[in-house]
C-alpha cells in the first residue's frame, strides 16, 4: 500500500491503536505486532514475495548466530560470503537478469552471431533493493564484530521488514536499528506530535509537488521531440523537484511515522538542492545510501588511502554502482559516471569537504559567492537527471542537444500552462519554506518554536488545504521501482 493511500490512512491508526493500547508494556507483543503489520502491509502489493523477504531473514539470521559461535577466520569469511551471494543472487535475478541477458544477445549480434533467448517475465519485488542492503549491513557489522548478533529472531525480523521503511528506506544500519527493538518503548506526546508534523510535510512534498511536477515532466519527456530547448530544460527542472520531493517525500512520512512507534530513523535528506558544491551534494542527498556505499564498499575497496589512482578508480566504482543500483538500464549507469565527473575535480584538490557546515549559517540570506556556487551545483544536478529520467542513452544525449540549441531561447509551451505556471509558483513557496528551515532535520520542524499556537495551527491547515486543493494526479514513489 502506498503511503498516500487511503488504504493507509486506515492501516496506519489501526496498528497505533494496537500497538499503544493492546500491546502496550509487552515488548515481545509489541515487536510480534509490528512484523504482523510490515508483513500485512508488504503483502499488499504482491503477498508471494512474502516468502522471499522471510527467507532473506532466516539465512542472514541464521549466519549471524552462526557468526557468534565460529572463530576460524576462514569459515566466518565462507559464512560472509554465503550471506552476501545469497542476497545479492537474489538482487541480481529479478533486477538484472534480463538487463545482462539483453546486453549478451547484443553484443553476439553485433559480432554477426545471432541469438535466440527468451527474456523472462520477471516481476521486481517491491523495495527488493532496501531490504537487501539492510540485511547485508547487519551481516557484515556481525563479521567485522560491530554487532553482537541477536538470539532473538522476532526482533530481528521486525528490524528487515519494519514497514515504515520497508520499501524504499532510509537504509537502517543494524547498529542504530536493531538495539531500538530490544527496548521498552512507552509513548511520548511530543515524539508523536513532532513524527505527525514530519509526515503532514512528507505528505506536501508528495503530494502537491512531485505528484503535479510528475504529471508536466511525463508529458514533456515522453514526447521530447515535440517541444523547444527551454520547454525540455523547464520539463527537466520539474523532474527534479519530482524526484526529490517524491523520495525525500516518502523519507519524511516513513520517520515520522517511525516516530509514532517510539523508533528514530536516520535523516536521509539534508536540503541537497542548497549545495554549494557536487560532494556537498552527495552528502545530503540519500545519506543512508550514500553512506553505506562508503562504508561497505569505497573504504573496503582502499578508500582514499592509496594515492590518486585509488581514489578515481574507487570512486568511479562507487558512483557507477550506485547508478546500477537504481536500476538496470545504461542510462542509470551513464547518470552515476557523469556525477563521478562532477565529482573528481573536488576529490583530487582536496576539495570534498570544504562546505559541511550549513549554507549561509546564521544568515537570512546567502551572499554572492553562495548564489553562484548553489546555481552552478544546482544546474549540473538538473543535467544529470535528464539520463536518469531518459528511456535510453539517445533519448539523454536529444534531449540534452535540443536543451543546448537555440531554442532555449524561445517561450516555453505546456500542455496546460496554466498547471506548469501555478506548479512553479508551489515550488517557489516550498523553496523558501525549506530555505527558512535548513538548519532542522526537516523543514518545517522549527515551527514549534513558535510561541503562539494560533499561528502553528493556521500554518498546518494551510497545508492540509494546499494538500486537498493542489493535489495532483495521484503517481506511484518513484523509488518503489528500484
Request: proline content about 3%; some cysteine; glycine content about 6%.
Amino acid at each position: 500500500m502506498f503511503f498516500n493511500s487511503i488504504d493507509f490512512a486506515i492501516f496506519l491508526p489501526i496498528v497505533f491503536l494496537l500497538y499503544w493500547f493492546v500491546a502496550n508494556n509487552n515488548l515481545k507483543l509489541q515487536n510480534f505486532l509490528i512484523v504482523l503489520a510490515s508483513y500485512v502491509f508488504y503483502g499488499w502489493w504482491d503477498w508471494r514475495f512474502l516468502s522471499l523477504i522471510l527467507f532473506s531473514t532466516i539465512i542472514d539470521y541464521s549466519i549471524g548466530v552462526r557468526l557468534s559461535k565460529e572463530k576460524t577466520l576462514s569459515k566466518r569469511k565462507i559464512l560472509l560470503w554465503l550471506s552476501i551471494l545469497v542476497n545479492l543472487g537474489f538482487l541480481g535475478f529479478f533486477k538484472y537478469y534480463n538487463f545482462f541477458l539483453d546486453n549478451f544477445i547484443s553484443a553476439f549480434s553485433f559480432f554477426g552471431t545471432p541469438i535466440n533467448t527468451q527474456s523472462l517475465n520477471i516481476i521486481l519485488p517491491v523495495g527488493i533493493s532496501f531490504y537487501t542492503f539492510q540485511t547485508l549491513s547487519y551481516t557484515i557489522d556481525v563479521y567485522k564484530e560491530k554487532l553482537e548478533p541477536t538470539k532473538d529472531f522476532i526482533a530481528f525480523t521486525a528490524f528487515v521488514s519494519f514497514f515504515p521503511q520497508l520499501v524504499a528506506g532510509p537504509i537502517e544500519r543494524a547498529t542504530n536499528l536493531l538495539p531500538q527493538f530490544y527496548k521498552k518503548r512507552t509513548f511520548e506526546y511530543n515524539k508523536a506530535i513532532d513524527g505527525l508534523r514530519q509526515i503532514l510535510w512528507g505528505l506536501f512534498k508528495k503530494i502537491v509537488i512531485a505528484d503535479n511536477s510528475a504529471k508536466i515532466a511525463n508529458e514533456v519527456f515522453n514526447n521530447s521531440t515535440d517541444y523547444s530547448g527551454s520547454t525540455l530544460f523547464l520539463g527537466a527542472i520539474f523532474f527534479t523537484f519530482q524526484i526529490y520531493c517524491d523520495f525525500s517525500g516518502y523519507s519524511d512520512i516513513a520517520i515520522g511515522t517511525s516516530r509514532l512507534f517510539g523508533f528514530n530513523l536516520k535523516q536521509n535528506f539534508a536540503f541537497p538542492y542548497f549545495s554549494r558544491d557536487p560532494a556537498e551534494f552527495w552528502r545530503r542527498w540519500h545519506i543512508s545510501l550514500s553512506t553505506w556505499f562508503r562504508d561497505y564498499l569505497y573504504i573496503p575497496l582502499g578508500g582514499s588511502r592509496g594515492g590518486t589512482w585509488m581514489k578515481i578508480r574507487n570512486t568511479f566504482i562507487i558512483f557507477a554502482v550506485s547508478g546500477f543500483w537504481h536500476g538496470a538500464n545504461w542510462t542509470f549507469i551513464a547518470w552515476g559516471i557523469l556525477n563521478a565527473l562532477y565529482f573528481m575535480p573536488f576529490l583530487l584538490l582536496n576539495k570534498n569537504r570544504v562546505n559541511t557546515n550549513i549554507i549561509a549559517q546564521g544568515r537570512h540570506l546567502p551572499n554572492f559567492k553562495e548564489i553562484c556556487q548553489m546555481t552552478i551545483t544546482f544546474g549540473l544536478t538538473v543535467l544529470a537527471w535528464v539520463f536518469f529520467r531518459a528511456e535510453n542513452i539517445t533519448h539523454a544525449w536529444s534531449y540534452l542537444s535540443e536543451i543546448f540549441s537555440k531554442t532555449i531561447f524561445s517561450l516555453p509551451k505546456f500542455l496546460d500552462p496554466f498547471h506548469a505556471l501555478t506548479t512553479l509558483i508551489i515550488i517557489f513557496i516550498f523553496l523558501t519554506i525549506e530555505w527558512i528551515g535548513r538548519d532542522e532535520q526537516y523543514a518545517i520542524a522549527n515551527i514549534k518554536k513558535t510561541s503562539k499556537a494560533i499561528f502553528r495551527y493556521a500554518f498546518y491547515y494551510t497545508i492540509v488545504i494546499a494538500i486537498f486543493w493542489f493535489a495532483g494526479e495521484e503517481q506511484q514513489f518513484i523509488y518503489f521501482q528500484f
